[in-house]
T-cell receptor
Framework: SQELEQSPQSLIVQEGKNLTINCTSSKTLYGLYWYKQKYGEGLIFLMMLQKGGEEKSHEKITAKLDEKKQQSSLHITASQPSHAGIYLC????????????FGKGTMLLVSP | KAGVTQTPRYLIKTRGQQVTLSCSPI?????VSWYQQTPGQGLQFLFE???????NKGNFPGRFSGRQFSNSRSEMNVSTLELGDSALYLC?????????????FGQGTRLTVV
């Protein structure tokens, strides 16, 4: 079965600093999803990447997909306290179904 | 456009009881997937329904079941509850399910089994 490994597991950054979270898959990626979760709440959809080399941005968050490396990275520029939370990457099972395998998550804390 | 709605938000049940959780997807979405989230195992896929048919199933015991209605609303049922079933249950809604499409999650139902 597909496994997704996220790194780092947790991260504390000072407000205003940039940061990167990585997600590496053990198998071919069919769509890579990034979500943000506040503790105990639902997942907030950030973006979905489908093609190798694809890069998407939403406000100060940018995600890239490296299909060859089976890896995606999420980059936050000029972090703010509102960016704090758990970031989860999820991968589609295959091209036919909307079922996702998730990484364990990266907990981000932003200190003032 | 309303988001994914899960009810109830919180539940406390006793071991051995059964529970039913509900998920109303985004209007027009036909695929509903259910996930269990625990601190130890993270997010794990339970099952997916599309047009009232279970299309995919995760590795959970038969005590976990689900169904989808003609209006795409979905319910999941857990019978003979165990302490280990305590978790946040999340459902995700997506459009046609053809190819990998954007999947949107509800706020979840926090189930506590005592």
């Amino acid at each position: 079965s597909q496994e997704l490994e996220q790194s780092p597991q947790s991260l504390i950054v000072q407000e205003g600093k940039n940061l990167t979270i990585n997600c590496t898959s053990s198998k071919t990626l069919y769509g890579l999803y990034w979500y943000k979760q506040k503790y105990g709440e639902g997942l907030i959809f950030l973006m979905m990447l489908q093609k190798g080399g694809e890069e998407k941005s939403h406000e100060k968050i940018t995600a890239k997909l490296d299909e060859k490396k089976q890896q995606s990275s999420l980059h936050i520029t000029a972090s703010q306290p509102s960016h704090a939370g758990i970031y989860l990457c999820g991968a589609g099972k295959d091209s036919g179904y909307s079922t996702l395998t998730f990484g364990k998550g990266t907990m981000l804390l932003v200190s003032p | 456009k309303a988001g994914v709605t899960q009810t109830p938000r919180y539940l406390i049940k006793t071991r051995g009881q059964q529970v039913t959780l509900s998920c109303s997807p985004i209007s027009g979405h036909r695929s509903v997937s259910w996930y269990q989230q625990t601190p130890g195992q993270g997010l794990q896929f339970l099952f997916e329904y599309f047009s009232e048919t279970q299309r995919n199933k995760g590795n959970f015991p038969g005590r976990f079941s689900g169904r989808q209605f003609s209006n795409s609303r979905s319910e999941m049922n857990v019978s003979t509850l165990e302490l280990g079933d305590s978790a946040l249950y999340l459902c995700a809604s997506s459009g046609t399910g053809a190819g990998n499409t954007e999947a949107f999650f509800g706020q979840g139902t926090r189930l506590t089994v005592v």
